[in-house]
């Protein structure tokens, strides 16, 4: 929609406008006159017509020729399912001399590549707290003629698992023989809270301390068994 103006209107003349190719306008009367021309690129045109008000009716015109654009149609890649402190980047096919503005919730992230202002942007999401949470990630873009157009994306911000492990924390460790026995003392470890089904887990050990004892290898089980290597002693 534009609005088109007389420049130094007198009470000695009465205006009158027309146009070619608009979808719709206001009353073509007056000072002003808006127009709505039609989304897909071509032509039109405005024309102002000028009468005097008193005596003879003399008239004049003038015609202003449009080249209509199209607006620009942003479309917006990158994950819409992230964990908080992760970095994911968003970007628009880059259309050169166009610029670009980045519109996210304030507070709920940190930019760490990109910019705001670039057709890229690559965001680090804070956490939600203990429930997922929605953020929208906007795109506007605007051409070298005005025109503007944008894209949303809805992120989903997951909260962080905090797993809960039980077992015991004051053990023995291996001894292929202490005093004529053989100690092979084994500990179980298990996730007491896992998120769900789906979740996957990875067990590890501090180099040298201990080896799992079971075929998984600590790999997506709730629960592991190992033997603790013996202590070293200074």
Do not use: H, K
């Amino acid at each position: 929609t534009v609005t088109y103006n007389v420049l130094n209107p007198s009470v000695n003349f009465t205006y009158a406008w027309t146009n070619a190719g608009a979808t719709s306008a206001s009353t073509p009367a007056g000072n002003s006159y808006t127009v709505t021309w039609p989304t897909t690129p071509g032509s039109g045109s405005v024309t102002l017509t000028a009468t005097t008000t008193g005596g003879v009716a003399c008239s004049g015109n003038i015609t202003r020729n449009i080249t209509i654009t199209a607006n620009p149609t942003p479309t917006i890649s990158g994950l819409t399912s992230v964990c908080p402190s992760s970095d994911v980047t968003y970007a628009t096919t880059y259309n050169a001399g166009n610029t670009y503005a980045w519109s996210i919730p304030a507070g709920t992230y940190t930019v760490t590549g990109g910019s705001l202002t670039s057709n890229t942007v690559t965001v680090r999401w804070t956490s939600p707290g203990t429930s997922a949470a929605v953020r929208s990630v906007t795109i506007t873009e605007t051409s070298q003629t005005g025109c503007v157009g944008s894209a949303q994306v809805n992120v989903t911000v997951n909260p962080a698992p905090t797993p809960s492990v039980a077992g015991n924390t004051n053990t023995c460790g291996y001894m292929a023989n202490y005093d004529g026995v053989s100690i092979n003392n084994l500990e179980t470890y298990t996730v007491t809270n896992p998120v769900n089904a789906q979740s996957t887990f990875l067990w590890t050990l501090p180099n040298g301390g201990g080896t799992f004892t079971t075929a998984s290898q600590g790999v997506n089980v709730t629960s592991v068994t190992v033997q603790w290597n013996e202590p070293t002693t200074s």
